[in-house]
């Protein structure tokens, strides 16, 4: 027994020997201390001449915003930055009224220096990086009520499409909204799970409350329109709705309650929100950025350390996280 215990130990210690020996190795391949350059690239393909070059100029301003004063973005060292202008497209999100700015993503990849078998490589394919979006309303909150399946091209009648059309987007302009932690600057403020926003002040709030009797209507226009979803769905939801006193339908809409539909007037869970239609400029270019979100969390020392000893690198994406500048974020939005 005392021998079967000497022996599960001994294998304890070689493998936490191992594990330490295999950290080490993987550490030796990265060359943190190597400088590295920064190069720029647009995949705005859908867009073209004026507005296109416009919009990545503008594109343009909000990295070197990011960069300029960012001790890891402004020096690259270890890696090499590669930035990347994405579009997002999408035909009904361009159809709903609460949007208006082109929206897209800019990328910052950190393609890490690494030796392999004394042979110098970069981490391209799927790099460390992090991400800005710009004038996307279905960024910078929680979940949104758009997994409701619309028209069935095989299943439905063609009649249907367009009152499907009508109602999927209705549901899809909702979604929950975390509680703000912290109002870092005007223009500037922290929600709940690392939702940053940046926005201008001086315009209309970003995000408005809904009524439960709003939410239980756009459900019930939606459940009126399928045959089954008449007999089986619609009646249910008719029946709560009818239950429910003025005070419930005109109060601000709470996800939670019945797990049918999900909304309550009880501030039990999340507030539901629709984006401010009126938050827009509609006096200024639909390529002026007026919007933007990013993920936020601090990360501290005993964290960075334990991404270097597990990973073998720093953890790049949050080392410029910790290094923004955030008081001067509002200056990338574009007013008058």
Not at 110 to 125: A, H, R, S, T
Not at 159 to 177: M, Q, R, T, Y
Not at 225 to 237: G, H, M, N, S, T
Not at 266 to 283: A, H, P, T, V
């Amino acid at each position: 027994m005392k021998y079967f215990v000497a022996l599960l130990l001994l294998v304890l210690i070689s493998g936490i020997v191992t594990a330490k020996s295999v950290i080490a190795q993987n550490s030796e391949k990265y060359q943190p201390d190597k400088s590295g350059s920064t190069k720029t690239e647009s995949n705005l393909w859908q867009f073209e001449g004026n507005q296109k070059s416009i919009y990545e100029n503008n594109l343009a301003k909000v990295t070197s915003g990011f960069t300029k004063d960012n001790s890891v973005l402004s020096a690259p060292k270890g890696f090499d930055l590669h930035i990347w202008y994405f579009g997002m497209y999408d035909d009904r999100y361009k159809l709903r009224d609460c949007n208006y700015g082109i929206r897209s993503e800019v990328r910052f990849d950190f393609e890490l220096f690494i030796l392999e078998n004394g042979k110098e490589i970069k981490w391209i394919v799927e790099p460390p990086h992090f991400s800005v979006f710009l004038n996307n309303t279905a960024s910078g909150h929680g979940s949104n009520y758009c997994n409701y399946e619309g028209y069935k091209v095989q299943d439905d009648d063609p009649s249907l499409e367009i009152p499907f059309e009508k109602a999927v987007a209705g549901l899809c302009d909702l979604f929950v909204v975390f509680p703000l932690e912290n109002e870092i600057a005007p223009g500037v403020r922290l929600y709940g799970d690392g939702n940053l926003i940046v926005f201008n002040p001086d315009r209309p709030p970003f995000w408005v409350p809904v009524t439960v009797k709003e939410v239980m209507g756009l459900m019930m226009t939606y459940y009126s329109i399928r045959e089954a979803d008449k007999q089986f769905v619609y009646p249910y939801l008719k029946e709560a709705f009818d239950k429910m006193t003025p005070e419930e339908l005109n109060a601000p809409a709470y996800n939670g309650g019945d797990p049918v539909f999900d909304v309550t007037a009880e501030k039990e869970g999340l507030q539901i929100m629709r984006f401010n239609k009126d938050y827009w400029d509609r006096s200024l270019p639909e390529t002026a950025i007026q919007f933007i979100t990013l993920h936020y969390k601090f990360t501290d020392d005993a964290e960075m350390q334990e991404s270097v000893q597990n990973n073998g690198h720093a953890d790049y994406p949050a080392l410029t996280v910790n290094a923004i500048n955030l008081n001067s974020l509002a200056g990338l939005i574009r007013k008058k």
